[in-house]
């Protein structure tokens, strides 16, 4: 692999947009200790996004940069400094490059410093390791930490009861100590107003996804969808910048529609679209071109996908809504895909293989990530009863380069490409 | 009855992995249901005052052959929700009406939804506890969510709940508190006299009999063991974290002792110790349970801790009013709330001088060689440092 | 004549059938993987190729009056006389190669003794050869690297021994030269052998010398007759690696699953327990798969935990399953980690438990891992087909034919002793349907 000669990746200029965005929000965290700017460490899911805003405080995602760690090659060896530090192999590798990093100096993906946090706001949203995680980062930090605790929606809905608990949390809690952390007013009209930015960026984040409702679909909604949620995932949702962004997407989608074609690929153009897939579950990082390849080289595309709801599910309809701030923030994160039931997961998947006529299911399972995998092969095998439609198994991790078997998830895939192949041209005769 | 014939019948409800002592109980009076959990905790007295019987499931232990639990997981994924569905799926918890999955981990939480949808007929309740502790926010948020549970169990039940059923079953889990109380210091007195793994088998008889009968037993074991002469060895004495949910074989209990240290306190079955004090018999019942949780409950690695220097103290203490000269961390493979808390309190005993080892397990361990030896390490090296 | 071949490259063997237009298998191969896979497909399939041959010698010679009641006999001989024009073939070549590569750069002054211990080694080698491919001598195997190898390791020490020679010089220039010579593909045309090992035939069947026409004239038609390599199709875990296009390579999967179809035309569920992974298939009655798992990444439970546990107990891995099913007691062996079976193992002997009852334990662990994956995949219907390396060991069959029973009940299991060719006839069959319906062949959907 390091050997090949380095390949000219084709990019379009909303990724490169997307590149600056990222970049500078990089270089804008490096400068915040000194400049005296408030920052806050927080995670995807579930993301206070506009309220932190609403007090200046910068944006720190360390999910974000433990994933951009493993697309740099960079987590590995970080993984590893925080097992020597005494942190098991078992659990999850989001958390142990973290933690390496922060023991290797805290130096972030793009070689910027990473800033010491001011509050730690821990958006306790799907994930039970959040909270070990932010326990484990508090330790090395002198800050307050803010528990924001989103109950599960284990009966598909969102009781009023959940809704009040934690709109209580945001008002009696979170808004008050974020005033303090920053000396900043809490400003609600200046909340309405990012809000009404996510929401222009939100509808054409949507349109976007359901772009590969056509035939061809002209994006992937996996690989390429990871690019897509980047901004309104993480420090931008909220923002012009970010509005920007999704009009400029949208445009240039709309024009590959237009011309009848596929989606990008680091390769340049995607090929005949031979199969449809959904895929459940997180990428791999450390392999996310090689893995993509998988797909492309094999003319299959994914249309839908789970991942890209991690950071909040938009397409069933709802929107931040600057109307009602501080209830939609709750809906938000409680509505966030991993805080859903196994069986609302699986209607969710049930219904993206009907609407946007997939072939099957691809379900990247991830060693890192319970919340994701544990109860994956009773979706698989469900889906699969209910739509008739085949899936397929594979494993690998999200950052730990050590999970990542090419020849075994290349083997599966193609088996299963070719079992779809055969299953197709059966049908067919 | 003798200290034997206790361990016996416990011995025997352990060994039993179909339930019958739960189908007889059922069986004694028509009508009857009892209702599953899973650890850490709940709220037993509500399913008590509902004139149910809760039943604690802690997986399939060393001795059941799990085949299609196996099929829903991941090599990576523990094994007590494996172990668990095998239960399941062979029948061997039809005799439960319901089951009930507390916010341990995201497996345990997913486990709700797989239970939905793998039992259909059967009631199942995911039971969210706060993670805030504010009566005003968290309060409010739990007694709804008890109440909840009050509604749904009043249904399945064909009667309310009344808050007379509930200040009587409170009663009778603040005796058996009382109870167990006194056996953990009982052990932690005279440890050669109280064996852990006989300790764990009382516990575990509790998860599986009505709770009058249970908080005898306890007694009847405290009394008959303090007829018993048996020998006292000089072991060290240890206090042992990370058991809170996925069982290590009682094989592994018994190892730890056969190396060389006598465990003084612990966090196994969490469930019958979650509440420090007693909770008030009178007032509002929810109330009174919300607020036992909130400010007077056990520290686990699945329960936020809010305050970074309160990080350990918990366990410090269990060291400190035990008399335990170190700890053993013993978790279960792929643990996350365990294995992730692990390096802080490790930190903290660090800073008041507690000894300690660790090791993990699986609830089928079969090779306990390498603990004993561990084990055995860890208390000579305790004794060389004591002398 | 058509002929449609299909090959298996596994982790460890290579695997070839030769199959008519009228799908029936004429020839099978097999061969060890070794270091290059392109060679390991072309042995294999030479071999199948070979074995076809020998399909229409049997063909031929059936009812020539000479041979009459000793036709299997004749052939057998021609076999053991073919191997033998082999393996001299190869023996002169691993004779060249070893005295180019005992040069006087490497050996210095010991060149000499070298060369005179290689002479002597080799014509030694030569002079026994014929004994090993006598009519009931027990070879270890017949790739030509275990045949030569032992001999060429005994013969080169007592060789060395007796010349002061260092032996280590004599084991240097074998592995310099063994992976060429094994890597080389013989330039002798197949009919030019097997006409010479025909005579050292008649020189065995003495009495025959007066009908030689009578059988040499069929044998010649046979071999006349053309094998034409009409389509060729390739499978198994290193098919990414053969030299074959796209629409020439099928994943080990469909083939299994077809393979076992064509077998057992009623197979519903396959189980392959191979070396590196464990496989449920659940086919349709065409024999196309419908579902499929294999064992996660941890190897847990495969072929290959069998051989740990027999390195563990100092035992041949055919060993293993005679002596488990001697066991009388059971004992439940819960880790079918391979980084812990070592363990596991050590401890329970330390307890006193008997070897037989660990073992028997452990093919059940193994078997249990199996029906996991078969429960993911579906689980069992009828009928059940088992096949790969493990299908082999009696007490790995022993085992899941008990939990088939607990589990599922009473079903058809099927096992065939060449379960083997599994694979490679599959990709046969697909081979023959590509022929007939290049549109579902040529990858276009």
Known sequence: MSKAAPQEVIKEPSMLKQKEMIDANFKSLSTANEEGRKVSSTFVPGNLNELLMCFDITRNFPEINALQNGMRKK???????????????????????????????????TGDKLPDPDVLLLSYTGCFTFMKWFELVREKYDCETIMLHVPYQADGKITPNMRDYVVKQLKEDVIPTLERVSGIKFDIDRLRQYMRESAKAEDDLVWILQSAKNRPSPIDAFFGGVYYIGPIFTAFRGTEAATEYYRTLRGEIQQRLAN?????????????????????????????????????????????????????????????????????????????????????????????????????????????????????????????????????????????????????????????????????????? | MTVQEIVDRCQALYDDLHFNVVKEWKAAEPGRKAIGYLPIYVPREIIHAAGMLPVGILGGGDQLEVIHGDAYYQSYICRIPRSTIELGLTGRLDSLDGMLFPSICDVIRNLSGMWQLLFKDKYVRYFDVPQTYDDNIAGTFYIHELQSLRDDLGELAGRPITDDDLRRSIALYNDNRKALADLYQFRAGQPWQAP????????????????????????????????????????????????????????????????????????????????????????????????????????TSAKFEPDKADKGKFLIEQVRNSGAEGVIFAAPSFCDPALLDRPMLQEALNRDDIPFTAFKYAENTGQLQAIREQAGTFADSIKLWSA | ????????????????????????VLGRGITNSRSNYDVAAEVAKQEALLNARFHLFRQSLDGVAALDGRLDDFLDQLVRDFRLVQFLEQLADLEQTCTANASPDRFGADTDALHEALAEIFRRLNDEAPEQFAAGANRKSDFFRDVAGSRYLAVGEEVAGASKLSFDYVLNVYDRSIIDVENRISEESLSDKLMRALDRTFVAFADLSAASDAVRAPVKAALDVALEETYVIGTGYGRARLPFSKEHIRSEILCHGLGAHVMYPDTSTVLDIGGQDTKAIQVDPAGIVENFQMNDRCAAGCGRYLGYIADEMNLGLHELGPLALKS??????????????????????????????????????????????????????????????????????????????ENYGDLTINIDPDSIYTGALGAATFARRAVDSPETSTGEH
């Not at chain 3, 891992?369 to 790995?396: E, K, Y």
């Open chain 1, 260 to 429: 009848g074609q596929g989606p990008v690929t680091p390769e340049g153009d995607f090929g005949k679209e031979r199969f449809r897939l959904v895929v459940e579950g997180t990428p791999n990082y450390t392999n996310f071109r090689e893995f993509w390849k998988m797909f492309y080289d094999e003319g299959a595309v994914v249309v839908a996908s789970s991942y890209t709801k991690v950071g909040g599910v938009y397409d069933f309809g709802f929107r931040h809504d600057p109307d009602n701030p501080i209830e939609s923030l709750a809906d938000y994160c409680l509505g966030c895909y991993t805080n859903l039931s196994l069986p609302a997961r699986i209607k969710m998947l049930c219904s993206y293989i009907d609407d946007y006529q997939a072939d099957g299911l691809v379900i990247n399972s991830v060693k890192s990530c319970n919340s994701f995998s544990a109860g994956q092969l009773l979706m698989l095998r469900e889906i699969e009863k209910r739509t008739g439609k085949p899936g397929a198994f594979i494993e690998t991790d999200l950052v730990d380069p050590r999970y990542f078997s090419a020849a075994n998830v290349k083997n599966r895939l193609e088996s299963y490409f070719q079992m779809l192949q055969q299953k197709g041209a059966n049908q067919a005769a």
């Open chain 1, 75 to 109: 987590s590995g060896r970080l993984i590893m400094e925080a097992e020597r530090h005494g942190q098991s192999e078992d659990v999850c590798t989001y958390v142990k490059s973290d933690l390496g990093m922060m023991l290797q100096g805290n130096i972030g993906p």
């Open chain 3, 328 to 405: 009388t007691r059971n004992v439940r062996i819960n880790s079918t980690c391979t980084v812990f079976a070592g363990a596991e193992l050590r401890d329970r002997l330390s307890l006193g438990e008997a070897r037989e009852d660990i073992l028997a334990g452990l093919h059940r662990a193994i078997i249990l891992r199996a029906m996991s994956i078969l429960s993911r995949s579906g689980g069992i219907r009828d009928q059940f087909t088992f096949t790969g390396g493990v299908a082999n060991n009696g007490a790995a069959v022993k085992a899941l034919r008990q939990l088939i029973k």
């Open chain 2, 196 to 299: 852990t793994s006989e300790i764990y088998l009382l516990l575990r008889a509790g998860m599986v009999l009505p709770v009058e009968e249970h908080s005898q037993l306890l007694r009847d074991y405290v009394a008959a063991a303090g007829r018993e002469e048996r020998p006292r060895r000089d072991n060290c004495r240890v206090v042992i974290n990370g058991v809170f949910c996925e069982q290590p074989p009682l094989g592994l209990i018994k190892s730890l002792e056969m190396a060389g240290c006598y465990v003084v306190d612990d966090d196994f079955l969490l469930v019958t110790r979650w509440l420090l004090d007693d909770v008030p018999t009178t007032g509002e019942p929810m109330e009174n349970l919300s607020k036992a949780f909130l400010h007077h409950s056990a520290a």
């Open chain 3, 1 to 24: 004549m058509q002929c449609f071949i299909g090959i298996d490259l596994g982790s460890t063997t290579t695997k070839a059938v030769v199959m008519n237009e009228e799908l029936q």
